[in-house]
């Protein structure tokens, strides 16, 4: 990670910014919703509204997908659908705090079995990998999950390849700077504004870049207090 994100001050300001950008470009970066509401339009909508059924549903999709993979380990099509029936089962009961938007422990250890299979899926080099899955890991390694920005920056790249849309690259400009990958952000963060309506380029520009200082101030303050910690230890 970047940064810590777990500090109050640090993560209220980089929501902040987060939050004016989503408005900015119509929700790019809220790529999914998550938990078992029904009615945001968030993953579980994908099945139905009775969370009963949608949990027998996605575990009933994890365990065809895991007898697939054990079956035939080259099946990529399988791999990908467990690693969606990971993320969505995340999302389920106790695996996530509905009050805090956030995934507990049990649902950390669901998105990492998750990331697991995406990993198999991505090593099998797929010729054209499934951007739907990409999104859903994307939120896997977001700062509220796994917090693995360069993951979801390489998941955001396999989504701009299929959707180039200004939202999908201000989502990977984000992610490429939490990452630490300022010339890939800056790139991403280029087309976003080139792909946006002719009279939102100049707001979704500035919000980029108010974005990009934010974090860049936030990298060199971790940074200072990191050698304040180790200079406290000697």
Same mark, same amino acid.
């Given at each position: 990670m *970047?940064?810590? +994100?777990?500090s109050?001050?640090?993560?209220?300001?980089?929501?902040?910014?987060?939050?004016?950008?989503?408005? +900015?470009?119509?929700?790019?970066l809220?790529?999914?919703?998550?938990?078992?509401?029904t009615?945001?339009?968030?993953?579980?909508?994908?099945?139905?509204?009775?969370?009963?059924?949608?949990?027998?549903?996605?575990? /009933?999709?994890?365990?065809?997908?895991? &007898?697939?993979? &054990?079956? /035939?380990?080259?099946?990529?099509?399988? %791999?990908?659908? +467990?690693?969606?029936?990971?993320? *969505?089962?995340?999302?389920?009961?106790?695996?996530?705090?509905?009050?805090?938007?956030?995934?507990?422990?049990? @649902?950390?250890?669901?998105?990492?079995?998750?990331?697991? $299979? %995406?990993?198999?899926?991505l090593?099998?080099?797929?010729? &054209?990998?499934?951007?739907?899955?990409?999104?859903?890991?994307?939120?896997?390694?977001? !700062?509220?999950?796994?917090?693995?920005?360069?993951e979801?920056?390489?998941? *955001? !790249?396999?989504?701009?390849?299929?959707?180039?849309?200004?939202?999908?690259?201000? /989502?990977?400009?984000?992610?490429? %700077?939490? $990452?630490?990958?300022?010339?890939?952000?800056?790139? $991403?963060?280029?087309r976003?504004v080139a *792909?946006?309506?002719?009279?939102?380029?100049?707001?979704?520009?500035?919000?980029?870049?108010?974005? /990009?200082?934010?974090?860049?101030?936030?990298?060199?303050?971790?940074?200072?207090?990191? @050698?304040?910690?180790?200079?406290?230890?000697?």
């Amino acid at each position: 990670m *970047l940064f810590d +994100l777990q500090s109050r001050g640090r993560r209220t300001a980089v929501k902040i910014v987060y939050v004016g950008l989503a408005i +900015l470009i119509g929700g790019g970066l809220i790529l999914f919703g998550v938990g078992t509401g029904t009615g945001g339009g968030g993953l579980l909508d994908v099945f139905n509204n009775d969370t009963q059924d949608t949990s027998a549903q996605i575990s /009933n999709a994890e365990k065809r997908a895991q &007898r697939a993979v &054990r079956v /035939n380990p080259r099946d990529a099509a399988a %791999w990908a659908e +467990l690693a969606r029936a990971r993320y *969505l089962r995340a999302g389920q009961g106790e695996n996530y705090n509905e009050t805090q938007q956030r995934f507990t422990e049990q @649902g950390q250890e669901q998105l990492r079995s998750a990331a697991a $299979a %995406w990993e198999r899926y991505l090593a099998l080099e797929p010729s &054209r990998p499934d951007a739907n899955i990409a999104r859903l890991m994307a939120n896997a390694f977001a !700062e509220t999950a796994l917090n693995q920005p360069a993951e979801a920056a390489r998941a *955001l !790249e396999i989504v701009t390849e299929q959707d180039p849309s200004s939202a999908a690259f201000a /989502n990977l400009a984000t992610y490429a %700077w939490l $990452a630490g990958q300022q010339r890939k952000g800056d790139l $991403a963060a280029a087309r976003a504004v080139a *792909l946006a309506p002719e009279e939102r380029r100049r707001a979704v520009r500035s919000q980029l870049d108010r974005l /990009n200082r934010e974090i860049q101030r936030q990298a060199i303050q971790d940074a200072i207090d990191r @050698g304040a910690l180790r200079s406290s230890a000697r």
